[in-house]
Structures are given as C-alpha cells and as structure tokens.
C-alpha cells in the first residue's frame, strides 16, 4: 500500500496547506478590517474638524456682518447731512453778510470821523485867521 500512503501524505500536506492559506487569508482580512476601521475613523475625525472650522468661519462672518451692521446704524443718512450741511451754508452765508455790513458801517464811520475833523480843522483855521485880523 505504498500508493494509499503517498496519498494519505499527500492529503495531510493539502490539508496542512489549507489550514495555513485560511489563516493568512483571516489574517490578510483582519489586516484589511482594521486599515479600512482606522480609515473610516481618520475620516469621521477629518469630518469633526471640517464642520468645527465651517462653524468657526460662519460665526466669524456672523460676527463681522455684526460688526458692519452696529456700524452702519452709526452713520448719518444721507438727507441728514444734507440738510445739515444746508443749514450750514444758510448760516456761513449769514455770516458773511454781517460780516460785508459790519465793515461797510465801519468804513462809513472811519469815513464820518475823517469829515467831521476836516470840517473842525477847517472851523478852526477860518476862527484862527478872523481872531488875527
């Protein structure tokens, strides 16, 4: 029976040989479970962080349209300033006016003044020549 003996060998190093593919394939799935796990986690940490730093952004942009909207009601509308800036002009031209008439009154004074002493100069120089005669 040699020949039932090189089978029977044969078998056990097929069986052998099985046993020894099946745990490199459990160990190669094993292996690919566990990358594939690892993977899916680093995934769902990039997610977490993703979301975190979209919300970040978000609440700064929200922070920001704040910010231009307290600005914004600090402003002077534009009919403000404009009618602000008329009453100002109104007021400067105002000024100015009193200003033309204070210094034509003060010419016409100066004015009167150099007359009125011309006419004494005069009266005193017309007494003088009467008194020496």
């Known amino acids: 029976m040699p020949n039932g003996e090189g089978v029977l060998e044969r078998i056990c190093r ?5 046993l020894s593919l099946e ?3 459990e160990t190669s799935i094993k292996t690919q479970e566990d990358a594939v796990a690892a993977a899916l986690h ?8 993703a979301e975190v730093s979209g919300e970040k952004r978000l609440d700064s942009v929200n922070e920001f349209r704040g910010q231009l909207k307290d600005q914004a009601a600090t ?7 404009e009618q602000a800036h008329r009453n100002l002009i109104d007021k400067t031209s105002d000024i100015f006016s009193r200003m033309d008439k204070l210094e034509g009154s003060n010419q016409g004074i100066g004015i009167s003044w150099g007359v009125l002493l011309s006419i004494i ?9 009467l008194m020496r005669k």
């Open 14 to 18: 097929l069986e052998e040989r099985l």
């Open 23 to 25: 745990k490199k394939t």
């Open 42 to 49: 680093a995934s769902e940490k990039a997610m977490l962080k």
């Open 75 to 81: 402003f002077i509308v534009r009919a403000e300033y």
């Open 121 to 129: 100069g005069v009266i005193a120089i017309m007494i003088d020549i």
